[in-house]
């Protein structure tokens, strides 16, 4: 946030995460060997969205599924998690006849960025769209 120029806003944030419209796909690992330091009651992976609404160059308002969050806990990095959380934002969005999914990620933020194949469509403070 800080690199892009926005600055971070905790209360804008926390207003986001617990709105009403929105949405989370949560994932913990499986039960482990017995021994196991895995804390299972700990999320592995997360993503929070809405179904929105975004206005065209043309005015048009269609709708779209914004994922504003996906996080996989570091330990986790690697194992697939993060694809798995996108193929479900475009599963409901399909289902729910989304015209795309969106997200905006950073272009400071080396984690996220080395995330997306370069197959996805980047432009500048960077929105990729996954078109239905």
């Not at 996989?72 to 409901?92: A, Q, W």
């Not at 729910?96 to 469509?121: A, D, E, Q």
Request: with cysteine; charged share 20%; glycine share 8%.
């Amino acid at each position: 946030y800080q690199q892009a120029g926005f600055g971070w806003d905790e209360q804008a944030k926390r207003g986001e995460l617990f709105d009403d419209a929105s949405r989370f796909i949560i994932l913990y690992p499986k039960s482990t060997k017995r021994g196991s330091k895995i804390n299972l009651a700990k999320p592995c992976a997360y993503t929070m969205f809405q179904f929105s609404f975004e206005t065209t160059d043309s005015d048009d308002e269609i709708p779209v599924l914004y994922c504003y969050e996906l996080q996989v806990e570091p330990s986790y990095r690697g194992c697939k998690l993060g694809p798995f959380l996108l193929n479900c934002l475009t599963d409901i969005g399909q289902r729910w006849h989304m015209i795309k999914v969106m997200l905006t990620c950073f272009k400071g933020g080396s984690t996220g960025m080395s995330f997306f194949p370069p197959t996805y469509l980047i432009i500048k403070i960077i929105y990729i769209c996954i078109t239905m």
